[in-house]
């Protein structure tokens, strides 16, 4: 029997989250917003596994199923950013986001 | 089990004290090296810390997934980015600091989370262990048509991309 602190890991996730957004909002490079767009990702997936495993009962294994889906989404999220990195590379020659101003009027 | 002849303090705890410092300082670092390269390589660490912390709450093929998804293929997905995208691969960029406003944002957010969670009991919880076959009849069956979802999403994903790179387009 394991026993641990859920408060804790609530903690680790929320800090994730953090360090995720402040990436979002301040990094220029693609390549970078999506990292930190993958570590905000993680610390919600994490969340979904706290609470499936200190719960009891079969209603606890909803948050490991939820979590499968959503690694899922995350890799699908990953392809097309990747997509959308090559062509704003091909279009502008560099994956600066502050040059990408195709929709602004 | 104690460690170190205290009892009050358990192997689990000091290795999710362990795991929870390194994601963070690897998540912090990943986005403020100035080598692209070495941002995936912490990232890499990162996703592979996370996985040891899916094993720690006794998901394994949780554990697993996150291995094989996010530290083989989102790894060497973001890598080949680099890679074509680049002329030289190791080159650095330009210094991006750290802009208050945002950072006072994502403080804010942090403070502002971990206060709500503080209403929760302190204590230590016990980790409940799944099956894995469990999992699976859980995920084939009344999470089926999330499955599906999930299938149609990538199907489309895949379509998108291919419709974005394709070579010829004006």
Redesign the interface.
Known sequence: ????????????S??????????I?????F??I???I??AM?AAI?NF??F?????G?G???G??????L??????E???G??????L??LKGT?NVAQATELKL | MPVLGDPKV?L??VA??VL?VV??LT??A??LVRE?VH??LW?AV??VD?SA??F????P??GV??LG??AG??TV??L???M??RKRIFSR??A?G??AV??A???V??IF??TS??Q???????????DPS??SE??FGP?GP??LL?GL??MG??A???Y??REGRE
């Open positions: 029997m394991t026993a641990l602190p859920l408060v804790g890991f609530l903690a680790l929320t800090a994730l989250f953090a360090v995720g957004l402040f990436g909002l301040t990094r220029r490079n390549i970078l999506l990292i930190a993958e570590i993680n994490l596994v706290y499936g495993a200190f719960s009891n079969t606890g294994l909803t490991q199923t939820v979590a499968v889906v690694i899922g989404f995350a890799a699908t990953v392809a097309v990747l997509a959308i990195l090559l062509a590379n091909r994956i | 358990s689990e705890e999710f004290l929870a994601a963070l998540a912090v990943a986005l692209l941002t995936i990232i990162f996703f996370i912390i899916y720690l709450l006794e998901a093929f949780l997934l996150q998804v996010y293929a989102v997905l973001l080949f980015g680099v074509l995208t960029e330009a991006t750290l802009d945002p950072l944002l994502a403080l957010t942090f989370v971990v969670v503080g929760l009991p302190q204590s230590n919880q016990t980790v409940t262990s799944y469990l999992l859980n995920l999470f999330w499955l999930l999403l990538m994903a895949v998108g991309s291919i974005l790179v």
